[in-house]
Nanobody, 112 residues
Framework: QVQLVESGGGLVQAGGSLRLSCVVSGGIFSINDWYRQAPGKQRELVAT??????TYADSVKGRFTISRDNAKSTVYLQMNSLKPEDTAVYYCYARRGSYGYWGQGTQVTVSS
């Protein structure tokens, strides 16, 4: 059974940093993503990591870094220089072929 468990969210002041973690169990996935969803908005793709590299939404480029430790089956999202508009529930997503799996989400709140 595939399971994704996020952690690391919380309340931080603007300009601060957080690191989110996502432990993936039950399979090996070549593509991992972080999404976020703010209240009243659609879920949006924040960052993607594959064997060939990583990509980022323009809104987080230069501030966020996605990485993964295959030995620990964990995907990370390092978030620096946080802004109030980064406030959202952050979700981990793992893809393999036509299948995808979501984590339960972790709340990130950035105060001004």
């Amino acid at each position: 059974q595939v399971q994704l468990v996020e952690s690391g969210g919380g309340l931080v002041q603007a300009g601060g940093s957080l690191r989110l973690s996502c432990v993936v169990s039950g399979g090996i996935f070549s593509i991992n993503d972080w999404y976020r969803q703010a209240p009243g908005k659609q879920r949006e793709l924040v960052a993607t990591i594959t064997g060939g590299g990583s990509t980022y939404a323009d809104s987080v480029k230069g501030r966020f870094t996605i990485s993964r430790d295959n030995a620990k089956s964990t995907v990370y999202l390092q978030m620096n220089s946080l802004k109030p508009e980064d406030t959202a529930v952050y979700y981990c997503y793992a893809r393999r072929g036509s299948y995808g799996y979501w984590g339960q989400g972790t709340q990130v709140t950035v105060s001004s």
